[in-house]
């Protein structure tokens, strides 16, 4: 062995040297409708107005008190309610990472339905958390039996429930969730990282139960190059978890970015509501084609089952168009692609090119 690989070998984590990292798919030069971003981008008169804005940023100052004015434009955004604070992330999944941290008691597990956000396992794995999966109904709803057995049996420090769901795009029963935070006895996390596109949310339910945060990202309202995600709940939560935030972890041109993308909501509102039309459509463009099974989205993207994932997958990008094949990540996905919404010339693109992969 040499000796730099003698020198991992014995210092590095035998567990982090078995496992993959995150992976993110190479798209240069395709359509790219595989990560659920906002297509769209500002129109240019609002491009160089934020351009003169970044300009005059202090970059010679560490962040300061311009995180806790994003942090009150982002609680007003929310409409957050009283009795509650929010802390920032530099996307969700540093939220994530230090909602783990702050849960590694002593036999700590964190639970989630699966198929669902590869994060959730992968930093508790990370953080030597046991992860619980929970495998959903074939339609991809909750196995509430199952749930609410799991909760009993693992106590679980954190349990997550993405609303909007990601891979399947679809908003879990409203009973079934009220069932899971009553029987849950750590924190529950209701990750609405496509609220945007969502005919529900949870605010109702951070109000009425102390133990439930709802964490939320601008990354698929339309800034995911600038990373912030949030985190909202009952101060006391909070207090605790922001102890683990690293000082400066929101960079001023970040924060700026996004005061800047609020003051211009209605803009990033447009957008959304052509991005839900889109998908709308989409689905019936989708349910039309012989051999492709989509599931309802209430999300910017669409999972769709295939005859062979694998064959449309690389089809399609043969043809220019990158989705995602999620087939691998969960037996219930079987044959399943995960189409982002584009714009409407992608969208027509896409379309044409799962039509050819299919023939
Ligand atoms: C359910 C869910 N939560 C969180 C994230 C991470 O978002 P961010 O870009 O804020 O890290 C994603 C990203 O795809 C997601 O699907």
Partial sequence: MNMLADRLSRHIRQDLQSMHGYAVQPSAGLVKLDTMENPFRLPEPLQ??????????????????????????????????????????????????????????????????????????????????????????????????AMLAAVR??????????????????????????????????LVVMDEAYQPFAARDSMQRLARHPHVLVMRTMSKFGLAGVRIGYLMGRTE????????????????????????????????????????????????????MNGVTPFPSQANMILARVVDAKRSFEGMKAQGVLVKNVSALHPLLANCLRLTVGTPPENQQMLHALQKSLS
């Fill in 48 to 145: 160089r107005a934020l351009g003169e804005r970044l300009g005059a940023v202090a970059l010679n100052r560490y962040p300061a008190e311009r995180g806790d004015v994003l942090r009150a434009a982002l609680a007003a955004h929310a409409q957050m309610p009283a009795g509650c604070d929010l802390m920032l992330g530099n996307g969700s999944d540093e939220l994530i990472t230090m909602l783990t941290l702050a849960c590694d008691v002593p036999g700590a597990t964190v639970l989630a339905p699966l198929p669902g956000f590869v994060m959730y396992e992968l930093s508790a794995k990370l953080q030597g958390l046991k992860f619980i999966g929970v495998p959903t109904t074939p339609d991809f709803e909750l196995d509430l039996p």
């Fill in 237 to 288: 939560v909070i207090r605790e978890v922001d102890k683990l935030r690293p000082p400066f972890n929101i960079s001023v041109l970040n924060c700026e970015a996004a005061l800047f993308a609020l003051e211009h909501a209605d803009e990033y509102a447009r957008q959304a509501a052509v991005i839900r039309s889109e998908r709308d459509a989409l689905q019936v463009a989708l349910k039309a």
């Fill in 153 to 186: 049996e693992h106590q679980p420090s954190l349990v997550y429930l993405a609303y909007p769901n990601n891979p399947t795009a679809n908003l879990w029963c409203d009973a079934a969730i009220d069932a899971i935070i009553d029987a849950a006895p750590g």
